[in-house]
């Protein structure tokens, strides 16, 4: 009977061990995912400051270097290029956001792991 207490005793302690183990790959992964996506918003918002400043700056030279009668053709396909390109970039992004696996990819594959060790009888 006390061989069966502690035995049982043993498999509790294992089983919340390995509980504390995957939640704490499962914070650090959700912590490094936080940190992941806000530098990447940061970085994102910056560079889409930058490269709006220098697009008005483009665009604006190419209206005013051009003939005076062609500048509003010159900036109609001015509008849709950069419309079209920005288009593409949105599906680009979303296509990205949609990447298979998931943000705790890492946590599901190990608690799949410990599933079939489980049911080996490890």
Known sequence: MNDL???MRRLGDTLMELLQTRLE???T???EGTLAVFDALVLGATALVLMLLGLGCAVTFIVLASAPEYRLWVLGVATLLLAGAGWALVRQARSRLARPGGPFAASVAELARDRE???AGE
């Open 25 to 27: 790959l499962l914070n």
């Open 5 to 7: 207490r502690a035995s």
């Open 29 to 31: 992964e959700l912590k």
């Open 117 to 119: 060790r489980f049911a």
